[in-house]
């Protein structure tokens, strides 16, 4: 009797050719996910092609892909690490080839790649109501964390004042970049996003606002403000990476991040706080952020999420 070819290959390292193929297994297994977690109807859309570009061109290496035996693409793991930071995300499965214990080992090949990378914090995120996701990881060997909390905020059409834009550097552009890294390694020694920073400029799919005490750095977001969905329009401005000194620079930063954009002309803002920061979860409550959505952050043990002893740094583990 005839049976169909389900060998595979990989994983390779995923290019821009990928994006199409990309964008199906996304788009199939996530809608799938939501409909097994009751969610019947719920239609997840493709991805902005720049915002796959961020995600392949962040991972490098570490953004791999398996294929079935016609060259289809069947399963991708975008595995990211800034310096001592790794985390996996997004990742997939088609739906038809689920089952087969290539998720489980598509898991475990990326937490081996940034175990020999160097990294020292190594985790994921997942929806906390997602029991079955929760369980496949856990019998991998990750466990619960904390939640990561995506909080939002209304933007004003009119705001007073402008915030400093990393963009606007010009010929100090690489100095601004190292300040931003200093800030990085002292507020958590290890941890370095100048790769995001960069690349988010090359790509031209945000910026970085900066806030200082005199001529100090003490503040620093990294935003994207281009759809995440294609074929949408522009109207959120999202943090994905921040660090502050102290929380009185958390705050003007917070400040500064909602001037920029009401110049991207975007209605709101979203920050994905970790709970491990309460007060500063609090503070964006009381400054009127609502909360929108929630992650659980699930860690390799021996791999742990490391806190700050002074400052605040938040990074988001999702493109």
């Given at each position: 009797?005839?049976r169909p ?5 990989g994983?390779e390292?995923?290019t821009?050719?990928?994006i ?8 199939e297994?996530f ?8 969610l019947?109807g719920?239609r ?7 915002v ?7 991972a490098g290496?570490?953004?791999m892909v ?11 793991n975008m ?8 985390w ?5 499965v088609?739906?038809?080839?689920q089952?087969?214990?290539?998720g489980?080992?598509?898991?475990r090949?990326g937490?081996d790649?940034?175990r020999t990378q ?7 995120e ?8 929760i369980?496949?990881?856990s019998?991998?060997g990750?466990?619960?964390g904390?939640l ?7 933007v004003p059409?009119?705001g007073?004042?402008?915030a400093?834009l990393?963009?606007?550097a010009g010929?100090g552009?690489?100095g ?6 200093r800030?990085?390694?002292?507020v958590l ?5 100048t ?9 031209g799919?945000?910026?970085t606002?900066l ?7 003490t503040g620093?977001?990294?935003w994207?403000?281009?759809p995440?969905?294609?074929g949408r329009?522009?109207d959120?401005l999202?943090v ?7 929380p ?10 909602q ?8 209605s709101r ?7 491990e920061f ?12 609502r909360?929108?959505?929630?992650d659980?952050r699930?860690?390799?043990p ?8 002074e400052?605040i ?7």
């Amino acid at each position: 009797m005839w049976r169909p070819d389900r060998s595979l290959r990989g994983p390779e390292q995923a290019t821009v050719r990928d994006i199409e193929g990309l964008n199906r297994v996304f788009a199939e297994a996530f809608t799938d996910r939501y409909s097994r977690d009751g969610l019947v109807g719920v239609r997840v859309p493709q991805l902005n092609h720049l915002v796959w570009r961020y995600a392949l061109e962040d991972a490098g290496d570490g953004s791999m892909v398996w294929r079935d035996a016609e060259g289809h693409l069947v399963a991708f793991n975008m595995v990211h690490r800034s310096g001592t930071e790794g985390w996996m995300g997004p990742l997939a499965v088609r739906p038809d080839r689920q089952g087969e214990g290539l998720g489980s080992s598509m898991v475990r090949t990326g937490l081996d790649w940034l175990r020999t990378q160097g990294a020292t914090t190594i985790g994921l995120e997942t929806m906390p109501r997602t029991v079955d996701n929760i369980g496949f990881y856990s019998r991998i060997g990750l466990v619960p964390g904390r939640l990561t909390v995506t909080l939002v905020h209304d933007v004003p059409r009119r705001g007073t004042g402008s915030a400093e834009l990393l963009s606007a550097a010009g010929a100090g552009w690489s100095g601004r970049l190292e300040e931003c890294r200093r800030l990085t390694d002292l507020v958590l020694p290890g941890v370095d996003f100048t790769r995001e920073l960069a690349l988010t400029r090359e790509l031209g799919i945000g910026d970085t606002t900066l806030t200082r005490e005199g001529p100090t750095l003490t503040g620093f977001a990294l935003w994207h403000s281009t759809p995440l969905a294609a074929g949408r329009p522009k109207d959120e401005l999202r943090v994905l990476k921040l660090v502050a000194a102290s929380p009185s620079a958390f705050e003007r930063l917070i400040q500064a991040v909602q001037l920029s954009a009401t110049a991207e002309r975007v209605s709101r803002v979203a920050i994905r706080c970790q709970t491990e920061f309460d007060e500063a979860y609090l503070r964006l409550i009381d400054l009127g952020y609502r909360v929108h959505w929630t992650d659980l952050r699930m860690m390799l043990p021996g791999y742990p999420q490391r806190i700050p002893g002074e400052g605040i740094l938040m990074s988001n583990w999702e493109i």
